[in-house]
């Protein structure tokens, strides 16, 4: 993969950021949070149908059959997220 020019290195920080922002405001993660938690657009996008699932307007067992059917491709963001708040157990 080409080297990020220095307008793409700035594109790219301003979008995190912006993100981070928007997120935060779905979460109780700050989006300084987020942007440690999930530094790649990857890990982004694993965030993002994490939180699609979660607020479903679905009860608790459709919400979980949905999580079971997509865990490969959210299971980053689950076990990052239960990291930052398992801490001492």
Known sequence: ???KSRIGE???????????DQLSSYTNLTADE?????PKKSDREELVELLR????DAD??????????????V???VIKIAKK???GL
Do not use: Q, W, Y
């Open 85 to 87: 708040f398992a801490f």
């Open 53 to 56: 699932i979660v607020n479903l």
């Open 34 to 38: 987020i942007k440690l938690l999930f």
């Open 75 to 77: 299971g980053g963001a």
């Open 10 to 20: 700035l594109a790219s920080a301003a979008t995190k950021a912006k993100f981070g």
């Open 1 to 3: 993969m080409p080297k």
């Open 60 to 73: 608790d067992k459709t919400k979980k059959a949905e999580l079971a059917e997509k865990i490969g491709r």
